[in-house]
């Protein structure tokens, strides 16, 4: 298909990575908005972090029950399902006067979400070209960090300086949705139809045999990685007003992008070594990163907090694409929308489960004390990838 379809398959792959895209830039929206929510409805830091779990629990859902499904359908219609579900959120947010309405909104991005992370990004490697040998796993793994980026500096700016703050955000998002589903419609299907959807929909995780061994280590370098990312979008948006002095929307959605926007110029770093050394390199800078981080929120200095966010977020690029490149070697069409399910379920669970826990750690323990936990999970992390990364059978150390 690849020789035949050249040009066709380079429209998919830009098709597909700029839905993948979209659909982070529209999940990142709301961040920027947290401060002024949470200002003029009354939201408490408890409500904001629920939101993030409210995301990322039917995300969750979604990969237990949709992560083989455009095995059968195709990877376009499910493309054009996940775009659909974020539209809505979208649109929901447009009226948020009540806790209710955000967790609704967030809820129906989550799901679009999830639909997004194992099938369009299955569609982005199946239609990547082979060359350079790590663009796919890069593509793959740093889209979602790069669409975060986009859309929290988007929504910053224009919740600062543009007329109707509230709002406009979320109909620009959907207007790049929209012109992302028509983009997937003109593009090439790379998986054919085949029976069985309605039976892959049973909640289901299966991890090649070949990877299993692999897991562990990119389960840390997930859980670290990503709980900070969810740190970031839950707390930082009072730590920002708080403990660094400033309620400005754009210095917010900067704040954002630099943990997340690094992470996309960090991976192809970690192409030029094997999985396992870019797993220790990237985890290593990843903890004085955070290291920099603590000790920012602690002495309330903006600028080491900057600095210290684009390390740790850049030093995350190399780890996370490192440890998606080792459990996508040599997989097939067929595997890589199971794999990449596996690959979120440890991600978006790492952002649920410890956002839950802190933000009910948030009504006895100060921001600082909590992000000093952060701080401790990357240690751990960063220990056990240093002592334990391996590289995919057939590799060389």
Not at 227 to 250: K, M, N, R, W
Not at 334 to 356: D, H, M, T
Request: proline share 6%; charged share 10%.
């Amino acid at each position: 298909m690849q020789k035949l379809m050249a040009g066709p398959l380079r429209l998919a792959f830009v098709s597909a990575a700029a839905s993948l895209t979209a659909a982070f830039v529209a999940s990142a929206a709301p961040v920027p908005l947290f401060n002024t929510y949470r200002a003029e409805e009354g939201f408490t830091n408890a409500d904001i972090s629920l939101t993030v779990v409210v995301y990322d629990l039917p995300t969750l859902a979604a990969l237990l029950m949709t992560g083989r499904l455009s095995n059968h359908l195709g990877r376009r219609p499910t493309a054009l399902a996940s775009l659909t579900m974020l539209v809505l959120g979208c649109l929901l947010l447009l009226n948020v006067h009540d806790v209710a309405t955000l967790l609704a909104g967030r809820f129906l991005m989550g799901l679009g979400a999830g639909l997004a992370s194992s099938n369009v990004t299955a569609y982005v490697v199946d239609a990547a070209p082979s060359r350079p040998a790590w663009l796919a796993s890069v593509a793959s793994s740093q889209t979602p960090m790069l669409g975060l980026a986009l859309g929290a500096i988007t929504s910053g700016a224009l919740v600062e300086f543009a007329p109707w703050p509230r709002h406009l955000i979320y109909l620009i998002a959907v207007a790049l949705l929209l012109l992302c589903a028509v983009l997937i419609v003109l593009s090439p299907e790379t998986v054919p139809a085949t029976p069985g959807a309605w039976r892959s929909l049973r909640p289901s995780v299966r991890a090649p045999a070949r990877i299993r061994r692999l897991l562990p280590v990119a389960a840390a370098v997930f859980l670290s990685t990503w709980a900070t990312g969810a740190f970031y979008q839950a707390f930082v948006p009072a730590l920002v007003e708080d403990q660094l002095h400033t309620s400005s929307s754009l210095v917010l959605g900067l704040v954002l992008a630099a943990y997340m926007g690094p992470s996309a110029l960090g991976a192809p770093l970690g192409g030029r070594f094997s999985p396992a050394t870019a797993q220790r390199l990237g985890m290593t800078a990843f903890l004085i990163g955070m290291t920099g981080v603590v000790t920012a929120i602690a002495t309330g200095t903006l600028a080491l907090f900057f600095a210290a966010t684009i390390v740790a977020g850049a030093s995350q690029g190399i780890a996370i694409s490192a440890a998606t490149r080792g459990l996508l070697a040599g997989s097939t069409a067929a595997e890589r929308a199971p794999i990449f399910s596996v690959i979120y379920l440890i991600c978006y669970s790492a952002a649920a489960f410890p956002s839950l826990i802190s933000g009910q750690l948030s009504r006895t323990f100060s921001l600082p004390q909590l992000a000093v936990g952060y701080g401790v999970l990357a240690l751990l992390a960063t220990l056990f990838t240093v002592l334990a990364a391996r590289n995919p059978e057939g590799e060389i150390r």
